[in-house]
């Protein structure tokens, strides 16, 4: 298959319509270089709540609400360009008001024949539960496709390997990221790539990039597209497949090979999956040694 991941500019709309175009030329573009799966960032759709105007636009409750209200709307438009053009996609994450409790970051999956789910963000960052109050949502999925297995990791969700191993089952691993600085980039995409070395899978990320004055959520963001793999037989050395460049925006490509990742599965160099559970028996305790050398006496 062919994997597009997208460096996403957020803009400031002045009508649905415009956002109904944008959306269309993304998602005609990755279709017209062959992608069968599209990626879009978290946070990527932080952008609808302009459409309710300045003061709400730069209110961070306020904007949570106006974003909540429109995901329906944005569900319905995604899963029309999904079957009009015959690609999955997983829809840039935005804030979901479950109705009770505070709102969740949720990603929506798309498929072309008009089946939907979604993947709710597990864990928070310190911004996430300190000044946004975003609440976790509902449990991790796998996603079984066409395509194959695929898991969604939401930005922070992805630099803890648990969670990782929890989707060990995934042949891909989709990492929808909305960071602000290269060193937040950093973290996920050293994540990214750990879950991919840990479980000998791909895993696509995917980035919001630009600033955006008008709001204090996602005025300032930094990333690219990424699709790493394991660095082992039938990947790059590296472990990077493709990638982006910094904050340019766009799409990053790559032909991903299922069996590939089932041939290093099960013939790697290293046998990372398969040798996960040799761990539990050796990190019940851990033996203190103290190597400290003793003050010389006078």
Same mark, same amino acid.
């Given at each position: 298959?062919?994997?597009?991941?997208?460096?996403?500019?957020?803009?400031?709309?002045?009508?649905?319509a415009q956002y109904e175009d944008k959306l269309a030329r993304w998602v005609c573009e990755a279709a017209g270089q062959g992608a069968d799966l599209l990626v879009f960032p978290?946070?990527?759709?932080?952008?609808?709540?302009?459409?309710?105007?300045?003061?709400?636009?730069?209110?961070?409750?306020?904007? *949570?609400?106006?974003? /909540?209200?429109?995901?329906?709307?944005?569900?319905?438009?995604?899963? &029309?360009?999904? =079957?009009?053009? $015959?690609?999955?996609?997983?829809?840039?994450?935005?804030?979901?008001?479950?109705?009770?409790?505070?709102?969740?970051?949720?990603?929506?999956?798309?498929?072309?024949?008009?089946?939907?789910d979604h993947q709710d963000k597990q864990i928070m960052t310190r911004f996430e539960r300190e000044d946004w109050d975003v609440a976790p949502g509902g449990p991790l999925k796998l996603f079984d496709t066409a395509l194959g297995k695929i898991g969604v990791l939401i930005c922070y969700d992805s630099?803890?390997?648990?969670?990782?191993?929890?989707?060990?089952?995934?042949?891909? *691993?989709?990492?929808? /990221?909305?960071?602000?600085?290269?060193?937040?980039?950093?973290?996920? &995409?050293?994540? =990214?790539?750990? $879950?991919?070395?840990?479980?000998?899978?791909?895993?696509?990320?995917?980035?919001v990039v630009g600033c955006n004055d008008w709001s204090e959520a996602v005025d300032s963001n930094t990333g690219m597209g990424g699709v790493f793999g394991p660095p082992d037989r039938g990947f790059p050395q590296t472990g990077v497949i493709a990638e982006g460049v910094l904050n340019q925006p766009g799409w990053t490509y790559a032909e991903v090979?299922?069996?590939?990742?089932?041939?290093?599965?099960?013939?790697?160099?290293?046998?990372?999956?398969r040798h996960w559970a040799e761990q539990d028996s050796r990190v019940g305790s851990v033996t203190m040694c103290c190597m400290k050398a003793k003050e010389a006496l006078n």
């Open positions: 298959m062919k994997i597009a991941t997208a460096a996403y500019p957020l803009d400031w709309l002045d009508s649905w978290e946070y990527g759709a932080m952008e609808l709540c302009t459409l309710a105007g300045a003061a709400t636009a730069a209110n961070l409750e306020s904007s *949570l609400y106006a974003v /909540s209200e429109r995901m329906e709307d944005a569900a319905a438009l995604h899963l &029309r360009l999904a =079957a009009e053009y $015959r690609v999955h996609i997983l829809g840039a994450s935005g804030p979901a008001n479950l109705g009770e409790g505070r709102p969740v970051n949720r990603a929506e999956f798309y498929a072309p024949t008009g089946e939907r630099e803890f390997p648990l969670l990782g191993r929890a989707l060990s089952e995934a042949e891909i *691993l989709l990492v929808p /990221s909305c960071t602000e600085k290269l060193s937040g980039y950093s973290r996920v &995409r050293i994540g =990214a790539m750990a $879950r991919a070395l840990e479980n000998q899978c791909v895993t696509a990320m995917s980035s090979d299922l069996d590939a990742i089932a041939d290093v599965r099960a013939d790697g160099v290293v046998l990372n999956r």
